[in-house]
T-cell receptor, first 114, second 115 residues
Framework: ETGVTQTPRHLVMGMTNKKSLKCEQH?????MYWYKQSAKKPLELMFV???????ENNSVPSRFSPECPNSSHLFLHLHTLQPEDSALYLC?????????????FGAGSRLTVL | DQQVKQNSPSLSVQEGRISILNCDYT??????FLWYKKYPAEGPTFLIS?????DKNEDGRFTVFLNKSAKHLSLHIVPSQPGDSAVYFC??????????????FGDGTTLTVKP
Protein backbone atom coordinates (compact mmCIF):
# COMPACT_ATOMS: atom_id res chain seq x y z
CA GLU A 1 0.00 0.00 0.00
CA THR A 2 1.36 3.40 -0.96
CA GLY A 3 -0.76 5.34 1.52
CA VAL A 4 -2.95 6.70 -1.28
CA THR A 5 -5.80 4.41 -2.28
CA GLN A 6 -7.72 4.78 -5.52
CA THR A 7 -10.93 3.01 -6.49
CA PRO A 8 -11.91 1.56 -8.81
CA ARG A 9 -8.66 0.36 -10.36
CA HIS A 10 -10.39 -0.25 -13.69
CA LEU A 11 -13.51 1.36 -15.12
CA VAL A 12 -15.25 0.93 -18.46
CA MET A 13 -18.04 3.36 -19.25
CA GLY A 14 -20.14 4.52 -22.14
CA MET A 15 -20.23 8.11 -23.27
CA THR A 16 -23.61 8.72 -21.64
CA ASN A 17 -22.74 7.21 -18.26
CA LYS A 18 -21.98 9.01 -15.02
CA LYS A 19 -19.31 7.53 -12.80
CA SER A 20 -16.91 8.67 -10.11
CA LEU A 21 -13.32 7.95 -9.21
CA LYS A 22 -12.38 7.99 -5.53
CA CYS A 23 -9.10 8.75 -3.82
CA GLU A 24 -8.29 8.47 -0.14
CA GLN A 25 -5.16 9.27 1.87
CA HIS A 26 -4.44 8.98 5.58
CA UNK A 27 -0.95 10.41 5.49
CA UNK A 28 -1.89 13.72 7.08
CA UNK A 29 -1.23 15.53 3.81
CA UNK A 30 -2.96 18.82 3.12
CA UNK A 31 -2.82 18.90 -0.67
CA MET A 32 -4.40 16.49 -3.13
CA TYR A 33 -4.10 16.31 -6.90
CA TRP A 34 -5.59 14.65 -9.97
CA TYR A 35 -3.23 13.82 -12.83
CA LYS A 36 -4.03 12.28 -16.19
CA GLN A 37 -1.65 9.96 -18.01
CA SER A 38 -2.48 9.26 -21.64
CA ALA A 39 -0.49 6.99 -23.92
CA LYS A 40 2.73 8.58 -25.13
CA LYS A 41 2.08 11.80 -23.20
CA PRO A 42 3.54 13.18 -19.98
CA LEU A 43 1.54 13.27 -16.79
CA GLU A 44 -0.89 16.17 -17.03
CA LEU A 45 -1.99 18.05 -13.93
CA MET A 46 -5.77 18.43 -13.80
CA PHE A 47 -6.72 19.79 -10.38
CA VAL A 48 -5.05 20.85 -7.14
CA UNK A 49 -6.78 21.05 -3.76
CA UNK A 50 -5.23 22.52 -0.66
CA UNK A 51 -7.07 22.00 2.63
CA UNK A 52 -10.09 20.97 0.50
CA UNK A 53 -10.10 24.26 -1.42
CA UNK A 54 -9.45 24.09 -5.15
CA UNK A 55 -6.37 26.12 -5.99
CA GLU A 56 -5.74 24.99 -9.55
CA ASN A 57 -7.88 23.95 -12.51
CA ASN A 58 -5.62 23.31 -15.44
CA SER A 59 -8.20 24.14 -18.15
CA VAL A 60 -9.95 20.82 -17.69
CA PRO A 61 -13.26 20.30 -19.58
CA SER A 62 -16.38 20.57 -17.45
CA ARG A 63 -17.24 16.91 -18.06
CA PHE A 64 -14.66 16.28 -15.32
CA SER A 65 -15.92 17.56 -11.98
CA PRO A 66 -13.71 17.27 -8.88
CA GLU A 67 -14.93 17.19 -5.32
CA CYS A 68 -12.88 17.39 -2.14
CA PRO A 69 -15.11 17.02 0.94
CA ASN A 70 -12.14 16.97 3.34
CA SER A 71 -8.36 16.82 3.27
CA SER A 72 -8.37 13.00 3.13
CA HIS A 73 -10.78 12.36 0.27
CA LEU A 74 -10.88 13.43 -3.34
CA PHE A 75 -13.36 12.48 -6.04
CA LEU A 76 -13.43 12.92 -9.79
CA HIS A 77 -16.98 12.85 -11.16
CA LEU A 78 -17.22 11.84 -14.80
CA HIS A 79 -20.13 12.49 -17.16
CA THR A 80 -20.61 12.46 -20.94
CA LEU A 81 -16.98 11.56 -21.53
CA GLN A 82 -15.38 11.05 -24.93
CA PRO A 83 -13.29 8.08 -26.09
CA GLU A 84 -10.20 10.32 -26.05
CA ASP A 85 -10.66 10.66 -22.28
CA SER A 86 -9.57 7.05 -21.91
CA ALA A 87 -6.43 7.20 -19.78
CA LEU A 88 -4.87 6.38 -16.43
CA TYR A 89 -6.07 8.83 -13.78
CA LEU A 90 -3.66 9.24 -10.91
CA CYS A 91 -4.41 10.77 -7.56
CA UNK A 92 -1.58 12.17 -5.46
CA UNK A 93 -1.15 13.95 -2.15
CA UNK A 94 1.58 16.01 -0.54
CA UNK A 95 2.40 17.79 2.67
CA UNK A 96 3.28 21.00 0.97
CA UNK A 97 4.83 23.62 3.20
CA UNK A 98 8.32 24.10 1.92
CA UNK A 99 10.85 21.99 0.14
CA UNK A 100 10.43 19.74 -2.83
CA UNK A 101 6.67 19.06 -2.57
CA UNK A 102 7.10 15.32 -2.92
CA UNK A 103 3.99 13.65 -4.27
CA UNK A 104 2.68 10.32 -3.03
CA PHE A 105 0.70 8.68 -5.79
CA GLY A 106 -2.03 6.10 -5.79
CA ALA A 107 -1.88 3.15 -8.18
CA GLY A 108 -4.28 4.87 -10.56
CA SER A 109 -7.69 4.22 -12.08
CA ARG A 110 -7.56 2.93 -15.64
CA LEU A 111 -10.54 4.43 -17.48
CA THR A 112 -11.86 3.20 -20.83
CA VAL A 113 -14.61 5.18 -22.54
CA LEU A 114 -16.48 3.28 -25.24
CA ASP B 1 4.83 24.02 -24.96
CA GLN B 2 6.30 21.18 -22.93
CA GLN B 3 8.35 22.65 -20.11
CA VAL B 4 10.02 19.41 -19.01
CA LYS B 5 11.41 17.02 -21.61
CA GLN B 6 13.02 13.62 -21.49
CA ASN B 7 14.32 13.06 -24.99
CA SER B 8 15.23 9.40 -24.61
CA PRO B 9 12.14 7.17 -24.46
CA SER B 10 14.22 4.16 -23.49
CA LEU B 11 17.61 3.11 -22.17
CA SER B 12 19.15 -0.33 -21.82
CA VAL B 13 22.21 -1.04 -19.66
CA GLN B 14 24.05 -4.05 -18.32
CA GLU B 15 23.78 -4.96 -14.65
CA GLY B 16 26.57 -3.35 -12.63
CA ARG B 17 27.14 -0.53 -15.12
CA ILE B 18 26.04 3.09 -14.79
CA SER B 19 22.63 4.28 -15.97
CA ILE B 20 22.33 7.95 -16.93
CA LEU B 21 18.90 9.42 -17.49
CA ASN B 22 18.59 12.95 -18.82
CA CYS B 23 16.03 15.72 -18.52
CA ASP B 24 15.79 19.25 -19.93
CA TYR B 25 13.55 22.09 -18.81
CA THR B 26 12.65 25.52 -20.09
CA UNK B 27 11.27 27.44 -17.10
CA UNK B 28 13.96 28.97 -14.90
CA UNK B 29 11.40 29.59 -12.11
CA UNK B 30 11.21 25.97 -10.97
CA UNK B 31 12.17 25.56 -7.29
CA UNK B 32 12.92 21.85 -7.15
CA PHE B 33 13.54 18.97 -9.50
CA LEU B 34 12.50 15.44 -8.69
CA TRP B 35 12.81 11.96 -10.09
CA TYR B 36 10.07 9.37 -9.75
CA LYS B 37 10.15 5.68 -10.62
CA LYS B 38 7.12 3.78 -11.89
CA TYR B 39 6.60 0.04 -12.10
CA PRO B 40 3.74 -1.41 -14.19
CA ALA B 41 0.33 -1.31 -12.49
CA GLU B 42 1.65 1.01 -9.77
CA GLY B 43 1.71 4.75 -9.32
CA PRO B 44 4.99 6.68 -9.54
CA THR B 45 7.11 6.66 -6.38
CA PHE B 46 9.51 9.39 -5.33
CA LEU B 47 13.19 8.63 -5.78
CA ILE B 48 15.34 11.72 -5.23
CA SER B 49 15.13 15.50 -5.49
CA UNK B 50 17.40 18.50 -5.85
CA UNK B 51 16.89 22.13 -4.98
CA UNK B 52 17.43 24.70 -7.72
CA UNK B 53 20.23 26.21 -5.59
CA UNK B 54 22.23 22.97 -5.55
CA ASP B 55 24.13 21.21 -8.30
CA LYS B 56 24.33 17.70 -6.87
CA ASN B 57 22.40 15.46 -4.51
CA GLU B 58 23.33 11.90 -3.68
CA ASP B 59 21.35 9.12 -2.03
CA GLY B 60 22.97 5.72 -2.05
CA ARG B 61 23.23 4.47 -5.63
CA PHE B 62 21.32 7.46 -6.97
CA THR B 63 22.82 10.86 -7.75
CA VAL B 64 21.10 13.78 -9.41
CA PHE B 65 23.10 16.53 -11.10
CA LEU B 66 21.69 19.94 -11.99
CA ASN B 67 23.21 22.28 -14.58
CA LYS B 68 21.17 25.48 -14.31
CA SER B 69 22.95 27.31 -17.11
CA ALA B 70 22.07 24.51 -19.50
CA LYS B 71 18.64 23.89 -17.89
CA HIS B 72 19.56 20.24 -17.71
CA LEU B 73 19.50 17.58 -15.04
CA SER B 74 20.53 13.97 -15.00
CA LEU B 75 20.01 10.96 -12.78
CA HIS B 76 22.92 8.55 -12.34
CA ILE B 77 22.34 5.07 -11.01
CA VAL B 78 25.44 3.12 -10.14
CA PRO B 79 25.70 0.21 -10.02
CA SER B 80 22.53 -0.56 -11.95
CA GLN B 81 20.48 -3.55 -10.83
CA PRO B 82 17.73 -5.52 -12.61
CA GLY B 83 15.23 -4.26 -10.01
CA ASP B 84 15.90 -0.74 -11.27
CA SER B 85 14.09 -1.59 -14.51
CA ALA B 86 11.14 0.81 -14.57
CA VAL B 87 9.89 4.03 -16.12
CA TYR B 88 11.66 7.09 -14.71
CA PHE B 89 9.92 10.46 -14.70
CA CYS B 90 11.65 13.77 -14.29
CA UNK B 91 9.52 16.45 -12.62
CA UNK B 92 9.93 20.13 -11.85
CA UNK B 93 8.12 21.76 -8.96
CA UNK B 94 6.96 25.32 -8.38
CA UNK B 95 4.68 26.62 -5.66
CA UNK B 96 1.27 27.94 -6.63
CA UNK B 97 0.80 29.30 -3.11
CA UNK B 98 2.34 28.64 0.29
CA UNK B 99 0.68 25.29 0.80
CA UNK B 100 0.39 23.47 -2.50
CA UNK B 101 2.90 22.77 -5.18
CA UNK B 102 2.51 22.26 -8.89
CA UNK B 103 4.68 19.61 -10.49
CA UNK B 104 5.31 19.38 -14.22
CA PHE B 105 6.40 16.00 -15.56
CA GLY B 106 8.45 14.78 -18.50
CA ASP B 107 7.37 11.94 -20.79
CA GLY B 108 9.37 9.32 -18.95
CA THR B 109 12.30 7.08 -19.87
CA THR B 110 11.98 3.31 -19.72
CA LEU B 111 15.12 1.84 -18.19
CA THR B 112 15.92 -1.83 -18.73
CA VAL B 113 18.80 -3.32 -16.75
CA LYS B 114 19.93 -6.64 -18.22
CA PRO B 115 21.36 -9.33 -15.92
Amino acid sequence: ETGVTQTPRHLVMGMTNKKSLKCEQHLGHNAMYWYKQSAKKPLELMFVYNFKEQTENNSVPSRFSPECPNSSHLFLHLHTLQPEDSALYLCASSKASSGANVLTFGAGSRLTVL
Amino acid sequence: DQQVKQNSPSLSVQEGRISILNCDYTNSMFDYFLWYKKYPAEGPTFLISISSIKDKNEDGRFTVFLNKSAKHLSLHIVPSQPGDSAVYFCAASAYVNTNAGKSTFGDGTTLTVKP
